[in-house]
């Protein structure tokens, strides 16, 4: 088996259907397995070290659920498969990564049952590891808004130059490599810009950078909807699959990120204007009631 045929196993399921396949190369299957596991041993863990605060555990796991299955289906099933032939199945694939599964896992918050999964050793090793001055402060600067919002944006501009998405298409390695960047940065913008229990949120500034990053991506959107050329012809050559010409496809793949991509993260940001507003008349309100 060649290195490249390594990350493209599939298994297809019809003769002569090769668009139908699951992807079950071990670079994609083993880490989804292992992440299920280790989440698993440590949500299990803390449910059997205490009954306080089950609701909430019970909610992160169920979002944990729905983003790792949403992971699951974008990188195992047939919308694997259909993305390196038809241009608007990889756009879709691309969103559920960045807009779909990243938010969910945010939300989740995994790290408590995931470090709860080590050995005790393990724990205090990760403790200490991620207590450096070097990595305190690498981390400090990636998880400034602003910052994480154009780390964001550049990994999904320059994945899109033509160059670099027909060599990821033609390349296992650079494919996966493509992916782990979108969603790797994607975690990082929605970690930086969800709220989360105990920590002082600037609604204002995350506002801004949702509605920033709904702006350019769907600039990116528009201009793949409009443009009369084929941005990446290999990854159109099959577009008849959906009954679409190589154009159409196109099209449709921007459609894609201008449209309900646009709208996650619009309505994410209408979501954080609501909350603030809401607090904001809140600290209002409980401020009047502070004796002079």
């Given at each position: 088996m060649s290195f490249d045929a390594f990350f493209s196993t599939s298994i297809c399921y019809g003769a002569g259907a090769p668009e139908?396949?699951?992807?079950?190369?071990?670079?994609?299957?083993?880490p989804l397995a292992a992440i299920a596991l280790v989440y698993?041993?440590?949500?299990?863990?803390?449910?059997?070290?205490s009954a306080r605060g089950r609701p909430e555990r019970l909610r992160q796991g169920l979002l944990f659920c729905a983003g790792w299955g949403v992971l699951?289906?974008?990188?195992?099933?047939?919308?694997?498969?259909?993305?390196?032939?038809?241009?608007a199945a990889h756009m879709i694939e691309h969103e559920l990564l960045m807009a779909v599964t990243a938010p969910l896992?945010?939300?989740?918050?995994?790290?408590?049952?995931?470090?709860?999964?080590?050995?005790?050793?393990?724990?205090?090793?990760?403790?200490?590891?991620?207590?450096?001055?070097?990595?305190?402060?690498?981390w400090t600067a990636a998880t400034r808004p602003l910052n994480a919002t154009i780390i964001h944006?550049?990994?999904?501009?320059?994945?899109?130059?033509?160059?670099?998405?027909?060599?990821?298409?033609?390349?296992?390695?650079?494919?996966?490599?493509q992916h782990a960047s979108f969603l790797g940065t994607a975690l990082?913008?929605?970690?930086?810009?969800?709220?989360?229990?105990?920590?002082?949120?600037?609604?204002?500034?995350?506002?801004?950078?949702l509605?920033?990053?709904?702006?350019?991506?769907?600039?990116?959107?528009?201009?793949?909807l409009m443009s009369p050329k084929l941005w990446y012809p290999e990854n159109a050559s099959n577009a008849a699959l959906w009954g679409l010409s190589p154009i159409e496809d196109q099209q449709l793949a921007g459609l894609v990120m201008w449209v309900p991509a646009g709208l996650i993260y619009g309505g994410a940001a209408?979501?954080?204007?609501?909350?603030?507003?809401?607090?904001?008349?809140?600290?209002?309100?409980?401020?009047?009631?502070r004796p002079g």
């Open positions: 139908a396949g699951w992807t079950l190369a071990l670079p994609i299957t083993l698993w041993a440590g949500a299990s863990r803390l449910w059997r070290r699951t289906a974008a990188l195992v099933s047939p919308i694997h498969a259909l993305g390196e032939r038809v241009f896992l945010v939300a989740a918050c995994p790290g408590v049952a995931l470090i709860w999964a080590l050995p005790r050793s393990l724990r205090r090793g990760t403790g200490k590891l991620t207590r450096g001055r070097v990595l305190q402060a690498v944006g550049i990994a999904i501009w320059i994945w899109h130059i033509p160059v670099l998405f027909e060599a990821a298409l033609r390349q296992g390695v650079l494919h996966y490599a990082l913008f929605w970690w930086v810009l969800l709220p989360r229990p105990g920590r002082q949120q600037t609604y204002g500034s995350c506002v801004m950078h509605f920033f990053t709904s702006l350019h991506t769907g600039l990116l959107g528009v201009l793949l209408l979501l954080l204007a609501g909350l603030w507003i809401s607090n904001s008349a809140t600290r209002e309100a409980t401020d009047g009631l």
